[in-house]
């Protein structure tokens, strides 16, 4: 890797599509599942749809760290996608309020693990200077996915029904582990899985390295479980069609797609804290947009600004914990960066949830709180940096 200039080598292209497939793949079943809930009965549940999802995901990155440094990281993507492809399968076949949400709270291994792996693999393969503007091209792709899915897959359920969309979902996971067939391993010293593994200690957990982009994520993420959970509903509201319930998050994902590029390189050149603190900045005013939005167009204003401050702050954060983690705890690092984001996504769509409690007029109270934490994120970057420093790194290592 230190010999390597570009970070464009068949691997890390192949990577990328794997990453476009596999979000597209979990997100394309989004902006159904509301509808399909409330269907079975549980309408009051909305908020667990994101939240059971995130908190499995969240349980598992301790396994998926360890596991990516120890068995390889392929082996932690390929289970990530099988989880998705199994489970796709299973949400037509169970038609209960509570066989839904067992569904929810498994599929959310999938991103436990294959997010894990693909970003370490990554990390493994391109320059160090180029960290922050490698992770820019692969959230691209990543954002990719997530913003076709929710475009195509309620046109999917409007065209041929519920299961087909579901069974779509399933192909796509599957597609995304089958084009990494033939890749070779990056981890060095690799170990034969055996169920030892699986006993996780404290220190398997938790990488204090890791401390402060973490808690910068956790806050900074809430905004983006309330963004999943609440915007179909507001779109419909404001007058857009069911087949058109994704459109807030497909406006989303392109407008971060060129800044996510920007922000990687920005970050290589300038340190990752300075963007950092105009990406907290810009998350609390798009969170005061979505607040106030009354019009399809202010909607889809805020779409926009939401992309951009998150694809300033998303591949800008990744980078900045690569940096922080040791080679050979790599997986670790960036499994303690992927529970913080999971508590916070997950979070974000309980309670925003519970302060919408399908109430429209409610919205606004959750996304005013959403700009609170994401402000307060922005503190910690001026004020709390070196007292996460102080706590954890000189402490613990």
């Known amino acids: 890797m230190a010999e390597q200039k570009t970070i464009f080598s068949l691997q890390f292209v192949l990577l990328c599509l794997s990453s476009f497939l596999f979000f597209s793949s979990f997100n394309m079943i989004v902006p159904d599942l509301y509808d399909y809930l409330t269907s079975l009965g549980g309408g009051e549940l909305k ?119 579901f069974y779509t979902s399933s192909t796509l996971a599957l597609l995304s582990v089958l084009i990494l067939i033939g890749m070779k391993e990056t981890l060095q010293e690799k170990q034969r899985f055996s169920w030892k593994l699986l006993k996780i200690n404290k220190s398997d ?31 419909v509201d404001l007058g857009f069609d069911g087949g ?32 950092l603190k105009w990406a907290a900045i810009a998350i609390v005013i798009s969170d005061l947009l979505i607040a106030f939005s009354h019009s399809q167009t202010m909607l889809m204003i805020s ?16 980078a900045w914990t690569i940096d922080l983690s040791h080679d050979k705890a790599r997986g670790k690092g960036l499994a303690t960066m992927y529970i913080a984001l999971e508590i916070g996504i997950g979070l974000g769509a309980l309670i925003s949830g519970f302060i919408y409690s399908n109430e429209i007029e409610n ?11 994401a402000f307060l994120g922005f503190l910690f970057l001026i004020f709390g940096l070196n007292w996460g420093s102080k706590l954890f790194t000189i402490r613990d290592l």
Do not use: Q
């Not at 956790?218 to 509903?233: E, H, M, Q, W, Y």
């Open 47 to 165: 908020g667990l749809v994101i939240s059971l999802f995130t908190v499995t995901a969240g349980l598992s990155r301790p396994f998926s760290g360890k596991l990516s440094d120890t068995v390889g990281r392929i082996p932690v993507m390929i289970f990530g996608a099988g989880v998705c492809f199994i489970v796709g399968f299973l949400y037509p076949m169970l038609g209960t309020v509570w066989a839904f949400l067992l569904l929810r709270f498994l599929h959310g291994f999938s991103t436990g693990f294959k997010p894990t792996g693909t970003s370490a693999y990554i990390a493994d393969i391109v320059p160090i200077h180029r960290r922050g503007e490698a992770m820019g091209y692969s959230g691209l792709f990543g954002s990719l996915g997530m913003a076709a899915g929710p475009s195509f897959g309620p046109k999917i359920t409007e065209w041929f029904g519920l299961d087909v969309m």
């Open 205 to 235: 957990i938790f990488e204090p390295r890791v401390f402060n982009p973490s808690v910068l994520f956790l806050l900074t993420s809430f905004s983006f479980g309330a963004a999943l959970t609440l915007t179909p509903d507001l779109t």
């Open 244 to 275: 058109e319930k994704g459109i807030f998050f497909t406006i989303f994902v392109f407008a971060s797609l060129l800044i996510r590029i920007l922000a990687g390189k920005a970050s290589d050149k300038y340190g990752r804290v300075i963007v």
């Open 303 to 318: 779409a926009v600004s939401f992309g951009v401050a998150v694809g300033l702050n998303t591949p800008t954060i990744y």
């Open 363 to 373: 919205i606004r109270n959750a996304f005013l709180t959403c700009a609170a934490l």
